[in-house]
């Protein structure tokens, strides 16, 4: 009996910590707002001067005309909650940035409000634009400027950086590339917590139902409170359905246009880079 006790107590003290994680993890949010492609740049947070913007489209538009690539540069008022790396791939799909047949785009986000900048880059370019080398940009040539609140100078110092990187012989870029030093990647910690909770609570559950097996007081069988399983599963389950939206790709619009430019179709799976100032 008091074997059986003692895992009710621990039954008991895991569901409380799987429910607190929970409690704290991220919720699913409401699906992301786009703004409308309206041209190579973007400027719906309005940091930068219309002669800044023009000069900068037509690097952009230099660029497609001579490699096919297409680079957008967007400024963002609000990332709605959502992680810069997570709104910048799925822009990337809905807005169809860079060639079908080669994936061939990149974006670099600027969210001025959360402090954050992304080099979001298509799976086709990704051998030459990798993700060390992104993080290697934002940090020495976009995040110094934005950090005395020049954004124009910083996005132009990005833009230039990677036009540069582009139009490079497709061989020279790949070396240059991997002379990047990779920065440090940090490990997810909370889903590691999560699934080692529930293998332990499974674990123990087993345990206990071993050792009430066959064995009644007054009646009743001692063994794991039909309530706690029941909070488990719920819990379990919550986890299930926002992981499960959370991982949604949300498709692609293939080519989303307005004002003369369009998409060409590209998509995005999670490749470059972010920093914060």
Same mark, same amino acid.
């Given at each position: 009996m008091t074997r059986a006790r003692s895992a009710g107590t621990l039954l008991s003290a895991l569901v409380v910590a799987l429910a607190a994680l929970f409690a704290f993890a991220p919720m699913a949010l409401a699906d992301p707002t786009f703004p409308a492609l309206s041209g190579r740049v973007v400027d719906e947070a309005r940091v930068l001067m219309p002669a800044t913007e023009e000069a900068i489209t037509a690097k952009l538009a230099a660029l497609e005309a001579e490699t096919g690539d297409q680079f957008v540069v967007v400024t963002l008022d609000s990332l709605q909650d959502y992680e810069i790396e997570d709104y910048g791939y799925r822009l990337g799909r809905h807005w169809g940035i860079g060639?079908?047949? +080669?994936?061939?785009?990149?974006?670099?986000?600027? @969210?001025?409000?959360?402090?954050?900048? !992304?080099?979001?880059?298509? &799976?086709?370019?990704?051998?030459?634009?990798?993700?060390?080398?992104? +993080?290697? *940009?934002?940090?020495? /040539?976009?995040?110094?400027?934005?950090? /005395?609140? $020049? &954004? @124009? !100078? $910083?996005? /132009? =110092? $990005?833009?230039? =950086?990677?036009?540069?990187?582009?139009?490079?012989?497709?061989?020279?870029? !790949?070396? !240059?590339?991997?002379? @990047?030093?990779?920065? /440090? =990647?940090?490990?997810? #910690?909370?889903?590691? #917590?999560? *699934? =080692?909770? #529930?293998?332990?609570f499974f674990f123990l559950a087993l345990l206990g139902g071993i050792g009430s097996r066959g064995r009644k007081r007054g009646g009743r069988r001692r063994g794991i409170d039909p309530v706690l399983i029941w909070g488990a599963s719920e819990i379990l389950s919550s986890a299930a359905r926002s992981s499960s939206r959370s991982g949604n790709s949300w498709g692609s619009s293939g080519g989303s246009s307005f004002g003369g430019f369009s998409g060409g179709g590209g998509s995005f799976g999670g490749g470059g880079a972010s920093g914060g100032w």
């Open positions: 060639q079908s047949e +080669n994936d061939s785009g990149v974006l670099l986000i600027v @969210a001025p409000n959360e402090r954050k900048v !992304r080099i979001e880059v298509g &799976y086709g370019l990704e051998p030459i634009l990798t993700d060390a080398l992104s +993080n290697q *940009i934002i940090q020495n /040539e976009i995040l110094p400027p934005f950090r /005395e609140g $020049g &954004y @124009a !100078r $910083g996005i /132009e =110092a $990005g833009v230039d =950086a990677v036009v540069a990187q582009l139009k490079l012989d497709p061989e020279e870029a !790949r070396a !240059r590339a991997a002379e @990047a030093a990779p920065s /440090e =990647a940090e490990a997810p #910690i909370l889903p590691g #917590i999560i *699934i =080692a909770l #529930i293998f332990v």
